[in-house]
């Protein structure tokens, strides 16, 4: 299988977490979890300065997703890999924690707690997602399909949104 994270998606979500910890006024330290695990941060009380990572308490964890082309509301549903909501929610019963899925779109920057979704899904939010441009049949799979937008337009299920007049400045890397 393919590696698709490259060092420029971590530099962006490094970004993406600074940022939205500043939207939300959360102190915490994000730490980036290792290569291959099914999330992206774990996220611990501060580190003071010069102080050491090792025994800190773990706060929450966050899945961080880079969107520099689209807009939040471009469509209905933000489609997301049921393994990931799996993860998300075993990881949170396990620890009591949070899970954010943070997402930077072109035109803001949304965030919602995967661990608040319970089961069972309802129907027509689990359905075949994925891409299929790349020819890797690894990219397509089961999906949570998480409503973005009510009719009216504004932010939908749990999904907090603070618009942005412009994209972050990160490096672009290609959208996987």
């Given at each position: 299988m393919p590696i698709r994270e490259t060092p420029l998606h971590r530099e962006a979500q490094g970004a993406i977490i600074r940022e939205w910890l500043e939207a939300t006024g959360f102190h915490y330290t994000?730490?980036?979890?290792?290569?291959f695990s099914e999330l992206d941060y774990m996220l611990v009380d501060p580190v003071p300065e010069g102080g050491t990572i090792m025994?800190?308490?773990?706060?929450?964890?966050a899945e961080v997703k880079h969107r520099p082309s689209t807009k939040m509301l471009a469509h209905n549903s933000y489609m997301i890999s049921l393994h990931k909501v799996f993860a998300a929610k075993r990881l949170s019963v396990m620890t009591n924690k949070p899970?954010?899925?943070v997402i930077r779109w072109l035109d803001g920057l949304?965030?919602?707690?995967?661990?608040?979704?319970f089961p069972p899904l309802d129907?027509?939010?689990v359905k075949v997602g994925g891409r299929e441009d790349r020819g890797?049949?690894?990219?397509?799979?089961?999906?949570a399909f998480l409503p973005l937008a009510k009719v009216n337009g504004e932010p939908?299920?749990?999904?907090?949104?603070?618009?942005?007049?412009?994209?972050l400045d990160i490096p672009?890397?290609?959208?996987t």
């Open positions: 994000a730490l980036p979890l290792p290569p025994h800190r308490i773990i706060e929450a964890y899970v954010w899925l949304g965030w919602f707690n995967l661990a608040s979704l129907d027509g939010l890797d049949g690894a990219d397509v799979e089961p999906c939908y299920w749990g999904w907090t949104h603070v618009a942005k007049e412009t994209p672009r890397s290609p959208e």
